[in-house]
Each structure stands twice: as structure tokens, then as C-alpha cells.
């Protein structure tokens, strides 16, 4: 009997996935010699990359849009569940992103597959898998998940090889807001967002992704102890601290009335302009192009006044 017959099957498999993960890094970095590449700075430290990356595997939401945004479509992307894959809101160039696991378990063996000759991640989220991840393609981290969006639009645009194209991104986003400020005058009304959870309501802060485009508008957001964190859960008994003049809610399908919590719609003379608005880009699509799908969300809630 041949000593690969005498192992264990699970670990032939394994011994046989990791195999190829290292032969396609080998195929990987092979490929890279080849291109222009600097050394870029990042969570880890420094790594050589290509200047011009062009077949990318990201793996944050802020990641794959701003990527997007810019014109550089990944080759793949892990996505917030299995069920769920990429989401719509990104348009024709997000169903050409293979999905590869989930933002919590990528999956190594088809982000190997990909053969890309760039990953990016995060520390906070990713960092035990960094030494295979970088087995199979350069790979560089932003620290954290839960860092300033636009300080992690930043980061993607710059390690994609744009110096400037984050600035001009944001620009747009930030010349939207003012338009809406300048048209629908809401400085000094003050507007909630609610995240349905299990069983807590969760209220996100102005240093959030969502709440600080609702800022972004005028809107003012209650002040509340927030902890350091980009939001606050209460109980559902608790629903009347969440008023406020506007109240967003997020649904996975904001078209159904019955997606709006009961503890929401049995106190709704409390909460009178309420409106229930996409997950999918108020909560995961952190980035410009989700930006302005908030944004014409909260215009269009606007103007049915």
C-alpha cells in the first residue's frame, strides 16, 4: 500500500487542497515578477504588490464598492451569508464577482482558484488567515472593519493603484448631501436609524456608515452613550427612546409593511414619518455607491412631504 493510500482521507484532502493553494500562490507570484509592483503599507507592515492589480479578491463590504466605484470589478468576494450572495445594489459589474464564503469565513480554496494577484482584508477580521492568504497572492489588511468608511475607501482606492480616486469619489457623495441640505432644509430635525436584531433593536450612531449620512443631510441624530462603538441595542420595550422627527428601519424587503418590528408598529402614532429602507446598502453597503443609495432613499423620503 502506497503511503498517500495509508493516510486518512480527511487529511489526503487536506494535504491535497493546501497543495494546490501553494502551487497557485507559486503560479501567483510568478505572474507578479512579471508586473510593475511597490511596496505598500498596511496593518502587517509592508508588501510588494502589483501597481496595477488585475484580478482582486476583496473581502470587506467597503472593499468590493469602492472597487466597483472605481471601475475595477474583483475577481471575487466573500458576501454577508450564503443565501444572500452579491448584493443587487451594485449593478451588472456585482454578478461578475465570484463569491467566495462569507466576511467572516472566506473560503481559501476558491479564493486560490481566482489566481489573483492581489487579496485585501482586515486585521480585526481576517488575521488568522493571513500567512495562507498570502500563500496564495500578496495580500495587505486594513486594520480594522469598523475604521471610518471613508478612511477605508481610502485605503482600497490606494491599493488598487488610485492615489486620487477615493478624494473624488467622496466629493460626489459629499456634493449630493449638500444639494439635499440646500434643497429640503432639515438642520436641527433630529432622525433615528433602527437595525432590527434577534431580539434587541439596534440604533446606529453618527460615526456609523448610515448614521453619519443621515448627518451628512442635516439630520441630527440624539445623543445617547454610544460606548465607542457605531451603534446601541435596546430592548423592544425600550422602542419609544428611538423616536426622533424621521425614523429609518432596515429590511431585508422594505416593500413589505409587516417587515417593520411589532414593538414599532404597535407605538406608531410615536413614530410618524417612518420608512423602511434596504439592508443590503444602508447597513452592508458601505462605500459611495451605497452612499448614494442611502441618499436617494432619504431625498425620496423627503419628497413625499
Known amino acids: 500500500m502506497s503511503l498517500s493510500n495509508a493516510l486518512p482521507r480527511r487529511l489526503r484532502t487536506f494535504l491535497s487542497v493546501a497543495g494546490a493553494v501553494a502551487l497557485l500562490g507559486t503560479a501567483a507570484t510568478a505572474a507578479l515578477a512579471q508586473d510593475e509592483t511597490h511596496m505598500f503599507a498596511h496593518a502587517r507592515g509592508e508588501t510588494e504588490i502589483p501597481v496595477h492589480p488585475k484580478r482582486v479578491v476583496v473581502m470587506e463590504p467597503v472593499q468590493l464598492d469602492t472597487a466597483i466605484a472605481l471601475g475595477m470589478t474583483p475577481v471575487g468576494s466573500p458576501s454577508l451569508n450564503a443565501s444572500v450572495g452579491i448584493p443587487d445594489y451594485l449593478g451588472e459589474e456585482g454578478k461578475k464577482v465570484t463569491v467566495v464564503g462569507t466576511f467572516p469565513q472566506p473560503k481559501l480554496e476558491a479564493i486560490a482558484a481566482l489566481r489573483p494577484d492581489?487579496?485585501?482584508?482586515?486585521?480585526?477580521?481576517?488575521?488568522?488567515?493571513?500567512?495562507?492568504?498570502?500563500?496564495?497572492?500578496?495580500?495587505?489588511?486594513?486594520?480594522?472593519?469598523?475604521?471610518?468608511?471613508?478612511?477605508?475607501?481610502?485605503?482600497?482606492?490606494?491599493?488598487?493603484?488610485?492615489?486620487?480616486?477615493?478624494?473624488?469619489?467622496?466629493?460626489?457623495?459629499?456634493?449630493?448631501?449638500?444639494?439635499?441640505?440646500?434643497?429640503?432644509?432639515?438642520?436641527?430635525?433630529?432622525?433615528?436609524?433602527?437595525?432590527?436584531?434577534?431580539?434587541?433593536?439596534?440604533i446606529y450612531a453618527p460615526g456609523s456608515f448610515a448614521g453619519g449620512t443621515l448627518e451628512c443631510v442635516g439630520f441630527k441624530i440624539p445623543d445617547r452613550v454610544w460606548d465607542n462603538s457605531i451603534s446601541s441595542s435596546i430592548s423592544p420595550e425600550l422602542v419609544l427612546d428611538a423616536t426622533a422627527d424621521y425614523v429609518f428601519v432596515a429590511s431585508t424587503n422594505p416593500a413589505d409593511p409587516t417587515s417593520i418590528p411589532p414593538s414599532i408598529l404597535a407605538n406608531k402614532a410615536s413614530f410618524p414619518k417612518l420608512f423602511a429602507v434596504d439592508t443590503a446598502y444602508w447597513v452592508s453597503g458601505v462605500g459611495s455607491i451605497g452612499g448614494m443609495a442611502v441618499l436617494d432613499d432619504i431625498e425620496k423620503a423627503l419628497a413625499e412631504e
Request: glycine share 4%; net charge positive.
Open 118 to 202: 492581489l487579496i485585501i482584508g482586515t486585521e480585526s477580521r481576517h488575521s488568522a488567515y493571513y500567512n495562507q492568504l498570502s500563500s496564495i497572492a500578496p495580500t495587505v489588511f486594513m486594520p480594522a472593519h469598523t475604521d471610518p468608511w471613508r478612511d477605508n475607501m481610502q485605503f482600497t482606492a490606494k491599493a488598487l493603484g488610485s492615489e486620487t480616486g477615493a478624494d473624488q469619489l467622496l466629493a460626489k457623495y459629499d456634493q449630493r448631501c449638500e444639494e439635499i441640505k440646500k434643497r429640503y432644509h432639515v438642520e436641527g430635525k433630529t432622525v433615528q436609524f433602527i437595525r432590527p436584531r434577534d431580539t434587541v433593536l439596534s
